[in-house]
């Protein structure tokens, strides 16, 4: 349900206030620390932040999603780290069960999620499917009133601190594509599931992720997801048609970081005897950017109102997730250029964001897969609604 106005005001300025006075002094922090301060997760848990998306049945937020999309543009005006530790609960991790869970299952699981008393994981990806997720090769055989799960996942984000993972398996051993698949809840501590290495990372320092092993991991038959075998596919694909739009509306929000930064910094920086933002090579970089970022805004709320009307809007997440993903890398390399020497030093935390940004044209499907998306989507409303 949607939020009255002032209450709305008042959810984005206390989040606004949350991110500059208490997360941003803390990023180099936490990357030099490679982890989040446990007062800021409480402090994150105290404001719901964990359950932004859960209805408000099962003790969340409820927020439709262009009201998730303007939080997601706050908490973008930081380390994308932080969004990071609530991205699973409100997104991969928990929409699953939100979308097509029984009530039993969301009775069990949302509001434990909703709290933050639960931190969940999205275990999809495996060593030779990331893509190509209907080729997955985890098995769940059924065995009386139980499934036995064996396989490994890959790269699985906040698996090191989950107790709930959303677990993807092929349920038809005879199938090879993604009618094949569905998907399951297991528990943290189920006999046969490990969490392995923390994996080292490129950047985003702070999250986590590893591998998931699952060996002969027996998993009640009541934890499949909807109660219906070969539906976990399309089950993953709504879940990212959602992720996918609110991690554009966090690239929007880091992007508008960057060019704040970036700005004031050109404002300051003298070269020849003036500001930098006064020379006009300076300024097309600083337009450019605000261009782009302002034009990601714009498609992330039109596609979030669509979304919340009920309209099917796949086409169109992926349209603003390679837009604003590849937008925020732009905006990335801008900010460094306009740092010049500065850029490339950690101490100012450009390069940083550099390198944090370079996963969200990677995750949640690449830029490449989203491209595939649109162009597919196109062909077949051209052929009146059959694949090319
Ligand atoms: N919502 C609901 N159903 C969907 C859907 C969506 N967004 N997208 C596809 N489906 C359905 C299709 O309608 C089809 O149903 P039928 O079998 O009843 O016709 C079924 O799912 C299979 O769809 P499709 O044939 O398009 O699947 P493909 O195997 O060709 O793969 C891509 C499609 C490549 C788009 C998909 O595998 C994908 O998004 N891959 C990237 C995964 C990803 O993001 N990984 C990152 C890991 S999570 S961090």
Redesign the pocket.
């Given at each position: 349900m949607a939020l009255d106005p002032d209450t709305l005001r008042q959810l984005l300025d206390t989040v606004a206030r949350f991110v500059r006075e208490r997360l941003v002094p803390l990023e180099h922090k936490v990357a030099e620390d490679d982890a989040i301060p446990m007062d800021i997760a409480d402090a994150m848990r105290e404001m719901g932040l964990f359950g932004l998306s859960i209805p408000e049945d099962y003790s969340g937020l409820g927020l439709t999603m262009a009201e998730e999309a303007q939080v997601a543009f706050e908490l973008g005006q930081t380390s994308p780290v932080f969004r990071s530790l609530i991205g699973t609960n409100n997104g991969?991790g928990s929409q699953g069960l939100v979308i097509d869970g029984t009530d039993e299952q969301k009775r069990k699981y949302l509001p434990q999620l909703a709290s933050g008393a639960m931190i969940s994981a999205?275990a999809?990806?495996e060593p030779e499917a990331?893509?190509?997720?209907?080729?997955l090769r985890t098995s769940a055989r059924r065995d009386g009133d139980h499934y036995v799960l064996n396989g490994t996942k890959r790269?699985i984000?906040n698996a090191p601190h989950a107790g709930l993972f959303t677990v993807f398996a092929r349920t038809d051993a005879d199938s090879r594509?993604?009618?094949g698949v569905s998907a399951f809840v297991v528990e943290a501590g189920t006999p046969g599931l490990t969490v392995g290495a923390v994996d080292r990372k490129m950047g985003q320092k702070g999250g986590h992720t590893a591998d998931v092993i699952l060996e002969d991991c027996r998993v009640p038959a009541l934890n499949l997801i909807g109660g219906k075998e070969g539906q976990g596919?399309?089950t993953?694909?709504?879940v990212?048609?959602r992720?996918r739009l609110h991690i554009s509306a966090v690239c929007v929000g880091v992007a508008e970081r960057l060019i704040r930064d970036s700005l004031a910094y050109a404002m300051e920086r003298k070269q020849f005897g003036q500001p930098i933002a006064e020379f006009q090579l300076i300024q097309a970089m600083l337009a450019d950017s605000r261009m782009e970022a302002y034009a990601g805004r714009c498609m992330v709320m039109e596609t979030a109102r669509a979304k919340d009307t009920g309209v099917?809007v796949?086409t169109d997440a992926a349209c603003c997730k390679l837009f604003c993903s590849e937008m925020v890398g732009r905006v990335a390399d801008r900010a460094v250029q306009i740092h010049g020497g500065a850029g490339y030093i950690a101490d100012y935390g450009v390069e940083r964001f550099y390198r944090d940004v370079r996963l969200f044209r990677i995750?949640?499907?690449?830029s490449q897969?989203q491209q595939?998306?649109i162009a597919?989507a196109m062909i077949r409303d051209a052929n009146g609604g059959r694949?090319a």
């Amino acid at each position: 349900m949607a939020l009255d106005p002032d209450t709305l005001r008042q959810l984005l300025d206390t989040v606004a206030r949350f991110v500059r006075e208490r997360l941003v002094p803390l990023e180099h922090k936490v990357a030099e620390d490679d982890a989040i301060p446990m007062d800021i997760a409480d402090a994150m848990r105290e404001m719901g932040l964990f359950g932004l998306s859960i209805p408000e049945d099962y003790s969340g937020l409820g927020l439709t999603m262009a009201e998730e999309a303007q939080v997601a543009f706050e908490l973008g005006q930081t380390s994308p780290v932080f969004r990071s530790l609530i991205g699973t609960n409100n997104g991969i991790g928990s929409q699953g069960l939100v979308i097509d869970g029984t009530d039993e299952q969301k009775r069990k699981y949302l509001p434990q999620l909703a709290s933050g008393a639960m931190i969940s994981a999205f275990a999809l990806t495996e060593p030779e499917a990331g893509s190509d997720a209907g080729a997955l090769r985890t098995s769940a055989r059924r065995d009386g009133d139980h499934y036995v799960l064996n396989g490994t996942k890959r790269f699985i984000t906040n698996a090191p601190h989950a107790g709930l993972f959303t677990v993807f398996a092929r349920t038809d051993a005879d199938s090879r594509d993604s009618r094949g698949v569905s998907a399951f809840v297991v528990e943290a501590g189920t006999p046969g599931l490990t969490v392995g290495a923390v994996d080292r990372k490129m950047g985003q320092k702070g999250g986590h992720t590893a591998d998931v092993i699952l060996e002969d991991c027996r998993v009640p038959a009541l934890n499949l997801i909807g109660g219906k075998e070969g539906q976990g596919f399309k089950t993953a694909m709504k879940v990212l048609d959602r992720g996918r739009l609110h991690i554009s509306a966090v690239c929007v929000g880091v992007a508008e970081r960057l060019i704040r930064d970036s700005l004031a910094y050109a404002m300051e920086r003298k070269q020849f005897g003036q500001p930098i933002a006064e020379f006009q090579l300076i300024q097309a970089m600083l337009a450019d950017s605000r261009m782009e970022a302002y034009a990601g805004r714009c498609m992330v709320m039109e596609t979030a109102r669509a979304k919340d009307t009920g309209v099917d809007v796949s086409t169109d997440a992926a349209c603003c997730k390679l837009f604003c993903s590849e937008m925020v890398g732009r905006v990335a390399d801008r900010a460094v250029q306009i740092h010049g020497g500065a850029g490339y030093i950690a101490d100012y935390g450009v390069e940083r964001f550099y390198r944090d940004v370079r996963l969200f044209r990677i995750y949640e499907g690449t830029s490449q897969i989203q491209q595939l998306v649109i162009a597919r989507a196109m062909i077949r409303d051209a052929n009146g609604g059959r694949s090319a």
